[in-house]
T-cell receptor, first 113, second 113 residues
């Protein structure tokens, strides 16, 4: 069964600090991996999408990495801001599979001033 | 503006009543999805539709029903058979099978009184 595991479950950091969120998956064969940001009470919004051949993808202060060999991804947030407080969800899709991707449970990030 | 909309944002219902959540998209996407989100849990798939007049059950379809009479619309009915309906409901759409990045609506929070 395809699975996506995220760690840590929650994280508290001070404004201006960096942090890294982790995602491990068992989805195979792999098609793509996306990181979403979900503000409280809102729908998820896509941050990055990476395919098999991509190792790194940046979106402003967000940088995602992918190691397809170890089936791991990370999301690095640089110089955190209060607006980064949200849940970050890792989503992995299977190549040639159904329309349905596999969702992680998310990491809840709180940025304190 | 292109996008996906859900209404209402908040919904209250008495036990034993059916209620319908609206989801509309003007992205010309073929596929549409309904997810349920509970605190501390990942998104769980209720129903999905790949094409008009066709839909499939997801992981937690019991107590829910859907219709797909138009490409733009995918309403979800929460029936009285759903034992624990209080949750945050998210609708999403995607282009189709070959490129399945999902775009999410803002969500509907349903509370059963």
């Amino acid at each position: 069964k395809n699975q996506v595991e995220q760690s840590p479950q929650s994280l508290i950091i001070l404004e201006g600090k960096n942090c890294t969120l982790q995602c491990n998956y068992t989805v195979s064969p792999f098609s793509n991996l996306r990181w979403y940001k979900q503000d409280t009470g809102r729908g998820p919004v896509s941050l990055t999408i990476m395919t098999f051949s991509e190792n790194t993808k940046s979106n402003g202060r967000y940088t995602a990495t992918l190691d397809a060999d170890t089936k791991q991804s990370s999301l690095h947030i640089t110089a955190s801001q209060l607006s980064d407080s949200a849940s970050y969800i890792c989503v992995v899709s299977e190549f040639g599979g159904s329309y349905i991707p596999t969702f992680g449970r998310g990491t809840s990030l709180i940025v304190h001033p | 503006d292109g996008g996906i909309t859900q209404s209402p944002k908040y919904l209250f219902r008495k036990e034993g009543q059916n209620v319908t959540l609206s989801c509309e998209q003007n992205l010309n996407h073929d596929a549409m999805y309904w997810y349920r989100q509970d605190p501390g849990q990942g998104l769980r798939l209720i129903y999905y539709s790949q094409i008009v007049n066709d839909f499939q059950k997801g992981d937690i379809a019991e107590g829910y029903s859907v219709s797909r009479e138009k490409k733009e619309s995918f309403p979800l009915t929460v029936t009285s058979a759903q034992k624990n309906p209080t949750a945050f409901y998210l609708c999403a759409s995607s282009i189709g099978q070959t490129y399945n990045e999902q775009f999410f609506g803002p969500g509907t929070r349903l509370t059963v009184l």
